[in-house]
Nanobody
Framework: VQLVESGGGSVQSGGSLRLSCIASGKPFDGYNMGWFRQAPGQGREGVSA????????FYSDSVKGRFTVSRDNARNTLYLQMNNLKPEDSAMYYC????????????????????WGQGTQVTVSS
């Protein structure tokens, strides 16, 4: 499956952005999906994940209550609505897909995901 992110940009603290990730190549509803981010000099961090049907969502503590993950399987698209953004949210954001169904991906570990997009940059100024 190929993944292409969009929607990144520069916003002020407290602002909002909506990221999108369009999938192609394989049936989108066969994959559990995730959002990750990586700031310069830091490791890749799991932000959120959603199961193949969209019925279950998972969030890191750092974004819980501010970010919402969703998917539209008819449009082969994954979304991340980001509200009340903070400077520490600044990073390159990646969407990822996994064909694992053992639940290991729900811990938002990058190692559990095997398909990755190229990323979209989010910059939040104070």
């Amino acid at each position: 499956v190929q993944l292409v992110e969009s929607g990144g940009g520069s916003v002020q603290s407290g602002g909002s952005l909506r990221l999108s990730c369009i999938a192609s190549g394989k049936p989108f509803d066969g994959y559990n999906m995730g959002w990750f981010r990586q700031a310069p000099g830091q490791g890749r961090e799991g932000v959120s994940a959603i199961n193949f049907s969209g019925g279950s969502q998972f969030y890191s503590d750092s974004v819980k209550g501010r970010f919402t993950v969703s998917r539209d399987n008819a449009r082969n698209t994954l979304y991340l609505q980001m509200n009340n953004l903070k400077p520490e949210d600044s990073a390159m954001y990646y969407c990822a897909a996994t064909d694992r169904y053992d639940g290991s991906w729900t811990d938002l570990s990058p190692a559990s995901f095997n398909y990755w997009g190229q990323g979209t940059q989010v910059t939040v100024s104070s």
